[in-house]
């Protein structure tokens, strides 16, 4: 497990809402965190399913996790490109896509030790933190939904 110092940045989500990044993470359920980019063909698709695989095995336990994807793109990823990514995903209520200024894009990517200088370089990383936890789980590489769900049952859901 890591610590982190993020940002307190606010970003928005897919519906524009504005959203403190502190306040997401300092939840009493898991959150789940990875970066992506709407247009990206080879492992944002991967990751996305993922999510997607581990909410449908969640079922009606899916709320008790929160998803959250943020763009490594926010020139291009407006809200109605990141909602319309996750519909295009069959993404449940649990999963929020944001993206920000790209100042703030990089300070959180910073801020969790991920920075890349180029979408074109990014790598498959996850990252989870349990309720009310100082410490980030890190999760280098694709996991199966079984692999994904041992570890978000660590991080505290049952």
């Not at 606010?10 to 502190?22: A, H, I, P, S, Y």
């Not at 926010?74 to 929020?96: C, S």
């Not at 890349?116 to 694709?142: C, E, F, Q």
Request: with cysteine; aromatic share 8%.
């Amino acid at each position: 497990m890591e610590r982190y110092s993020l940002p307190d940045v606010t970003l928005l989500d897919q519906n524009g809402r504005k959203v403190r990044l502190r306040s997401l993470v300092e939840s009493d359920k898991p959150v789940v965190l990875d970066f992506i980019f709407g247009t990206c063909t080879t492992i944002c698709p991967v990751l996305s399913s993922c999510y997607i695989n581990l909410q449908q095995k969640l079922g009606a336990d899916s709320q008790k996790v929160h998803l959250v994807s943020i763009s490594i793109d926010p020139e291009n990823d407006t809200p109605k490109v990141m909602k319309e990514y996750l519909k295009r995903y069959g993404a449940r209520p649990g999963w929020d896509f944001l993206t920000g200024s790209r100042r703030d894009i990089d300070a959180v990517m910073r801020g969790f030790n991920a920075y890349i200088p180029n979408k074109m370089s990014h790598y498959a990383l996850t990252l989870i933190h349990p309720p009310k936890a100082d410490k980030w789980i890190r999760v280098y590489g694709i996991m199966s939904t079984s692999e994904f769900l041992a570890e978000i049952q660590k991080a505290g859901i049952k």
